[in-house]
Structures are given as C-alpha cells and as structure tokens.
C-alpha cells in the first residue's frame, strides 16, 4: 500500500497570499497518477488536479500541479476567500487507493 | 448532470448490519468504475472500496476486508455496500464516487452517515 504523507497540517495564510502544499508517497506512484480534492465543511470533495498537473473542468488556474515518482506539489497562487478549505492528495496508481491525511488553509 | 445520491445510513449497534445504496443519474453508469470513501468524524478521507464497470475486478482496504461487499447493478444504475460485523470505528460519513477506471474521482455524492454505538 502506498502511504500519502501530506505537509504541512495547517497552513495558516491571509487572503492574497501563495499556498504550497506538499505530498510524499512512500513509493513511486505509477504515471504521476496523483489528484488533489478541495473539502469544505459539510461538504464532498471535489477535484482540482488530476494526473499531478492537470486542471480538472471549471478548475481556476490560480490552482496548479507538480511533481513526479514520490514528490507533488499543489500550488494556489493568490488565495482567495473561497480557497481556504481542506486539501487532500490521493493516488489511483493502485489498486488500493489511497489519500494523504490532508492540509488545512486556515485564514490567518 | 451527473448526480450520485446515497442511501442507507443511520444508527447500529455494534456486530450488526447495514446495507447502503447509491443512486446514479445523469451518465452512462455501466461504463465507470464506482467506489465507496469513507470519512470518520473530523478525521480525513479513507477509501474503502472499488468496484470495476462490470463487476470484474473489486478491491477492499485492509480496514473493511472480510467485512464489507461492494457490489453493483447496472440495470438500475446502483451500487452497494453490504456492511457486516460493524465496529465503533466503522462510524463515518460513506460516500460514492465515480472514475473512469485508472482515474481520479470525479464526481461524489453527498454521503450518508453512519453510526455504531450501543
């Protein structure tokens, strides 16, 4: 099973500010296949990033992907107001997917 | 529009059983992969299970193994989880969500919670 260990817990930011978060697998995940998914409170996840780096539909762009083999990357480049949510990686490389443990965007 | 509505949940004691359902509309349902994700009370996302479009190939987390099925009808654009021996740690929000096969999970339904408590 790959494990998904995502930095930092909390990331405290203002508005206007860049997030990076990160996410280490414990193995190499199989053709980058790694998404991020955004949760607000009450509510579903939702896509953002598919295949480490693409926009998933009616994605804003200020939200991008990085990263290969173990190391990812989300990057929101400007926050605003409705970005500040829970995030999560995931890998579906294997049969057993998996998701990392999350990041919170908490306003500062 | 694709919409995935779950069904099923509620309170159970401890050893008992539950089977939840999840509805789709709006998409082809017999050609996609479905899975169920779980999310205990404050705590992160947990996937549970996978099902293939026809069936043929299903995969469990450790955490459910032996304890919970997964399956499908396509006839009537469903899928379950039959959930057996449920334990305290089996509480959580169980959400369905589709993909492609190979494919992130692009849209979910709402979830449904439940809960083992005596």
């Known amino acids: 099973e790959i494990v998904l260990t995502q930095s930092p817990g909390t990331l405290s930011l203002s508005p206007g500010e860049r997030a990076t978060l990160s996410c280490r697998a414990s193995?190499?995940?199989?053709?980058?296949?790694l998404a991020w998914y955004q949760q607000k409170p009450g509510q579903a996840p939702r896509l953002l990033i598919y295949?480490?780096?693409s926009r998933a539909t009616g994605i804003p762009d200020r939200f991008s992907g990085s990263g290969s083999g173990t190391d990812f990357t989300l990057t929101i480049s400007r926050l605003e107001p409705e970005d500040f949510a829970v995030y999560y990686c995931?890998?579906?490389?294997?049969?057993?997917?998996?998701f990392g443990q999350g990041t919170k965007v908490e306003i500062k | 529009e694709v919409q995935l509505v779950e069904s099923g949940g509620g309170l159970v004691k401890p050893g008992g059983s539950l089977r939840l359902s999840c509805a789709a509309s709006?998409?082809?349902?017999?050609?996609?992969?479905m899975n169920w994700v779980r999310q205990a009370p404050g705590k992160g996302l947990e996937w549970v299970s996978s099902?293939?479009?026809?069936?043929?190939?299903?995969y469990y987390a450790d955490s459910v193994k032996g304890r919970f099925t997964i399956s499908r009808d396509n006839a009537k654009n469903s899928l379950y989880l039959q959930m057996n021996s449920l334990r305290a740690e089996d509480t959580a929000v169980y959400y369905c969500?589709?993909?492609?096969?190979?494919?992130?999970?692009?849209?979910w339904g709402q979830g449904t919670l439940v809960t083992v408590s005596s």
């Open positions: 295949g480490a780096s």
């Open positions: 709006g998409f082809t349902f017999s050609s996609y992969s």
């Open positions: 969500a589709r993909d492609g096969g190979w494919s992130p999970f692009d849209y």
């Open positions: 099902i293939s479009s026809s069936s043929s190939y299903i």
């Open positions: 995931q890998q579906y490389g294997s049969s057993v997917r998996t």
């Open positions: 193995q190499s995940v199989s053709s980058s296949y």
